[in-house]
């Protein structure tokens, strides 16, 4: 049973490029979330979809992030353009429904140089 | 602003002790509270979970306590284990359904 699936599992690029995350929630899970996570900010919500649908982006930092969820097994972050400030481990996760425990895929890190 | 409050960035316990975990929380709407673990370069798996109709619940080694009027909720591990030593995490959601983490504790289980 594979679980939440994240890809690059590192990303090292230099600032001003775009960066596009991925992530594979598990199958029939509904609710699909991202995080960030910092060393002063622990673990952030950026965003979650039910049913592939936005529900919550008040997580979202600024413009230059966004997220898309075109099916139910696939959902995308993109930076663009990146800032070095933008360096973290970002987590996608998914459950059933949105207030029930969620499972972590094993994040990205991502460093903007 | 931090809705979810880990006060403690770090805690070590020797094996066999008990191991205690605070978190506080601001929103009196959060209803469903949870903790997970989190090893280096996994994300964080869940452990256990309370609702706010209880004040209590156990399983195994790990025990979450609530107290609603303090808005406050810890995790006990006892006995405690070497393999414990772990980042956790204290969330929480209410009725709008977004989950709000703390920013963890690091717990070290020296042998």
């Known amino acids: 049973d594979a679980g939440v699936i994240q890809s690059p599992r590192h990303e090292v690029t230099e600032m001003g490029q775009e960066v596009t995350l991925r992530c594979k929630p598990i199958?029939?899970?509904?609710?699909l979330f991202w995080y960030r996570q910092t060393m002063m900010r622990g673990l952030e919500l950026l965003i979650y979809?039910?049913?592939?649908?936005?529900?919550?982006d008040s997580g979202m930092p600024e413009d230059r992030f966004s997220a898309k969820m075109p099916n139910a097994s696939f959902s995308t972050l993109k930076i663009q353009p990146s800032e070095p400030r933008d360096s973290a481990v970002y987590f996608c996760?998914?459950?059933?429904?949105?207030?029930?425990?969620?499972?972590f895929g094993d994040g990205t890190r991502l460093s903007i140089l | 602003d931090q809705q979810v409050k880990q006060n403690s960035p770090s805690l070590s316990v020797q094996e066999g002790r008990i191991s205690i975990l605070n978190c506080d929380y601001t929103?009196?709407?959060?209803?469903?509270f949870l903790w997970y673990k989190k090893y280096p370069a996994e994300g964080p798996t869940f452990l256990i979970s309370?609702?706010?109709?209880?004040d209590k619940n156990e399983d195994g080694r790990f025990t979450v306590f609530l107290n609603k009027s303090a808005k406050h909720l810890s995790l006990h591990i006892v006995p405690s284990q070497p393999g414990d030593s772990a980042v956790y995490f204290c969330?929480?959601?209410?009725?709008?359904?977004?989950?709000?983490f703390g920013a963890g504790t690091r717990l070290t289980v020296k042998p």
């Open positions: 969330a929480a959601s209410g009725n709008n359904n977004d989950m709000r």
């Open positions: 309370i609702s706010s109709i209880k």
């Open positions: 929103n009196s709407m959060f209803d469903y």
């Open positions: 199958s029939g899970h509904n609710s």
């Open positions: 979809f039910n049913n592939n649908v936005p529900i919550d």
């Open positions: 996760a998914s459950s059933f429904y949105s207030n029930q425990p969620q499972h």
